[in-house]
């Protein structure tokens, strides 16, 4: 430092702001009142996947209204994932979006969101609320479901909303939305209310209607395509410049026709009649929040409280029947000052496992990271669907080190990409992914004893790991967790038999349980052998592929009691196949016995399988779903 003269004056030193790095998410936000239809069988154009504009897409919302809440159908999905959840995963889930959160439902209103895996760690604090307001608060057909999130250390909330219908309803669904506003509150500082928000994206069946206008007219302008004579109209339009708690919504312009009412399966307005009339009922708004009113240092506004939004895209999507509403997309360029350059967790791992012993994953967490001994680390297919979308998992427990090891057991056998990611129990989400890395190991023996086959081969068995996704779950998934077993020690080597359960309800479904699987209708088998070979109880097979490969060589038959009489089954048919000589455990007459001790259960209880525990393992289900429970375990009679 140089000396200074006597006429020098000291300037107070200037605190210099850290410049932090601007991202750009870009955000797609969807609504659709599906009407209580099925999903159809392609979602790729609604979501604008494959096309040149979505190509960056971060972060995807959802939401629905009016899906199947009947109370059969509610049951199933309280156990299963809904078919309208699944649609979704299944179609994102190639183009690495996973579940951000699990799906957030109030009877029939849905509200999804889904983000690339690696933007997950820069997504916390995710908490989710929903408000009734259907028959004066006690029903949940109306109303608002939100997920709320920091995304790079800016508070955004989505809040999807379905409103009360006709056109004389305008005030009820202001007095609605202000309900819904003040009654949902969320845990934390940051933003505890929904217009506390940086970022709110409002969307729904908002339910508003084209005012004064007549039918022809209306129809007559969408015929035209002169929407712009409706705009003025239309009631949502209105309420944005007279209903204080509409102040600051914005709404890109309508230059899609009216989404409401179609016949369904057609493009046609409502030809019933009732003969409504078109309006634009599905909508997407967005709110900014105000900047605080402080300077920062240096006399100027901090630069991280910066935060624009622009639409690129706003449209009806007419190639969709399956309802009476048309489905409405909105793509938003999102630009903000990153407040998060580091996620929560940092992992390390090798490029390749090739070999067990290199299964080693060191961490390092950031000084704010609150961890838990909930906390687990997972291993991941490349294309996982949701957090709890895991192969195996380690608990991320260590004393010496934050260095933890996959077991030998524990690892996919098989070349694949993976991906590592730490589960936050604190927060209910990743807080540290890796890159996709190789894992290279050799397949087991396929001569493997049936004995060991409980133990070598997993896939069966990794069906039944996966717990039930509520909204609100605390529970890790994987804890509490050792590797499932059959309650039977001999229920391994019947390699061939098939135990199904009596269900009523066999249709077809989305969730990958082991209730959607088709197959033999009718109750627990009974296998049935032939006079001549009673004579051979107890003793072995000495060619156990005999009877399988070859249709003469096998004189058994099977019958299956089906509405009250039994029918032949080919020998083509999987249970035909388990020949009780290949078995090598109970003869033909303890087979018998055990239908009977069944049969007399089945008269006094119902024809469902009981709810079973969670099963005690430490491996998951491999391609998704959210199946919650195993394969029921079977119980034998004492003999």
Known sequence: MSPSSGNDVALPSLAVEPVLPFVLPSITVVTWNVGTAMPPNDVTSLLHLNTGETNDVDVIAIGLQEVNSKINKRLKDALFTDQWSELFMDVLSPFHFV???????????ILLVFAKYYHLPFLQDIQTDCTRTGLGGYWGNKGGVSVRLSIFGHMVCFLNCHLPAHLEKAEQR???????????????????????????FWFGDLNFRIESLDIRFVKYAIDSNILSQLWEKDQLNIAKSTWPVLSGFQEGPLNFPPTFKFDVGTNKYDSSAKKRKPAWTDRILWKI???SVGLGAGGRRPSRGVLSVSQLCYCSHMEYTVSDHKPVAAIFAVQFASKADKPPVEIYVADEWSRPEQAVVRYKMSAGFHRSSWDWIGLYRVGFRHPKDYVSYVWARTVSGLQVMFSEEALPKGKGEYILGYYSNTSSSIAGVTEPFQISLPRSEEGSSPTDSSGSSSEEEDDSTLVLLAPKSRSPSPGKMKRHRSRSPSLAKFQGLILRPSSRDRGTSRSPSPQSRRGLPGDIPTIHLPQEELGRRGAKAKEPGRAADSQEGSSFYQTVREQGGPRRVSADNPLARADPRNLGLLPALRLEMIDQAMGRRRESTDQGYPSSPLPQGTTGKENGGFSPFPRPPIAFPLL
């Open 289 to 291: 929040k105000s900047p």
């Open 174 to 200: 202001k007095e609605d939305f202000a309900t819904i506003l003040h009654m949902q509150q969320f845990e934390g500082r940051a933003a505890s209310g929904i217009l506390d928000h940086d970022l709110v």
């Open 99 to 109: 579940l951000v959160r699990s799906t957030v439902r109030m009877q029939g209103v």
